[in-house]
C-alpha cells in the first residue's frame, strides 16, 4: 500500500502543537494526549524491535527482489512531479534499498537517512559504497541518524520530501507518526510512503486460523495489526495532511513449502 500527501499550509509550529495538546489534557483532568495519538497502548516493544533490526541488517543479503521492487515502485511517483525536494528523508524500513534507488530523483541534494538501528545505519552505509552509490549521487550530500520514527528529531519546516518504505506498520503510535512527518514537512513537501496492507499474507492467515480453530478451538491473532486503504487515507488526513492518495500495489511471492512461508508469521509480528 503506498502513500503520498502534501503539507498544506497554515499549520501550528511543532512548539504551538505539542503546548495546545498539553494544556487540553491538563484542563480535563488527564494526562493523555490524544490530539496526536493514543499512546494508552504499545501493541509494539520498540527496543526488542531494535534488536530486531540490529540481527537483520546482518542476515539480510545485499539485494532483495521484493523490497527493491516495491522501492521503485514507491519512488517511481518522484518521477511524475516537477517539483524539486532539495532536503530529503529516508525514514526506517528498507533504507539501504531506497539510498540504492533514489539515482536524482526529485531534485534532491541532501538525503538524510534515518533508522532506530545502529547496525543498520552500518550496513548501510557499507552496502552504499559496495553498490556504487557514490558514483550515481555523487551531487547528493548523505547524513546518517540514529532515531526512532516515533520521535522525529527535526525541527519544523526543516524538511521537503519524507520517503519511509515498509517501516511504518511497526509504529505504535501512527498517528502522532504522521504528525511529526507533517510538522517536519515544510510547507507544499511530500510524505511519501509504503506499508504492509491489510491482505498481506491473507491465504497463511486462514491456514492458520483454520488450523487453530480445529485444534484448540479458537483463536489468537498471527500477525500484527495492518492498516486497510481507508484507514491510511483517514490516518493521513488526521495528521493534517493534504491532498491524501493512496493505491494499493499486490505482490504474489511462492515458497518452496508452508513451513518456509511460516516464518513470515514471525517477521510480521
Known amino acids: 500500500m503506498i502513500a503520498a500527501a502534501r503539507r498544506g499550509s497554515g499549520v501550528v509550529t511543532r512548539i504551538e502543537e505539542f503546548a495546545r495538546r498539553f494544556l487540553v489534557a491538563f484542563s480535563s483532568g488527564g494526562d493523555r494526549l490524544d490530539e496526536v495519538g493514543d499512546r494508552n497502548v504499545d501493541i509494539f516493544d520498540r527496543s526488542l524491535k531494535r534488536k530486531h533490526r ?7 543479503g545485499t539485494r532483495d527482489p521484493l523490497l527493491d521492487l516495491v522501492t521503485e ?3 517511481d511517483r518522484l518521477d511524475d512531479c516537477t517539483h524539486k525536494f532539495p532536503v530529503a528523508l529516508n525514514l526506517g524500513g528498507a ?3 531506497v539510498k540504492r534507488s533514489i539515482r536524482g530523483r526529485g531534485g534532491i541534494e541532501r538525503l538524510i ?3 532506530m ?3 543498520m545505519i552500518k550496513k548501510t552505509l557499507e552496502s552504499s559504497s559496495l553498490d556504487g552509490y557514490d558514483k550515481f ?3 547528493i550530500e548523505s547524513l546518517h541518524v540514529i532515531g526512532d520514527e516515533e520521535f522525529l528529531p527535526f525541527k519544523s519546516g526543516s524538511l521537503d520530501l519524507i520517503i519511509s518504505c515498509l517501516g511504518l506498520h511497526w509504529v505504535n503510535d501512527l498517528p502522532g507518526a504522521m504528525t511529526q512527518c507533517r510538522m517536519a514537512l515544510k510547507p507544499d513537501g511530500l510524505f511519501l510512503a509504503s506499508m504492509y496492507g491489510g491482505d498481506t499474507l491473507r491465504e497463511l492467515r486462514i491456514a492458520c486460523t483454520a488450523a487453530q480453530l480445529e485444534r484448540e478451538g479458537g483463536v489468537s491473532p498471527r500477525i500484527s495489526p495492518l492498516a486497510q486503504v481507508r ?6 488526513t488526521r495528521a493534517g495532511l493534504a491532498l491524501p492518495t493512496v493505491d494499493v500495489d499486490e505482490y504474489t511471492v511462492n515458497y518452496p513449502s508452508g513451513l518456509y512461508a511460516s516464518f513470515l508469521m514471525v517477521f510480521f509480528t
Open 54 to 60: 540490529d540481527r537483520a541488517a546482518w542476515l539480510k
Open 73 to 75: 515502485n514507491l519512488l
Open 95 to 97: 533504507v539501504d534499498h
Open 113 to 115: 537517512t534515518m533508522d
Open 117 to 119: 538501528s545502529k547496525d
Open 137 to 139: 549521487n555523487k551531487n
Open 231 to 236: 484507514d491510511a487515507g483517514n490516518l493521513l
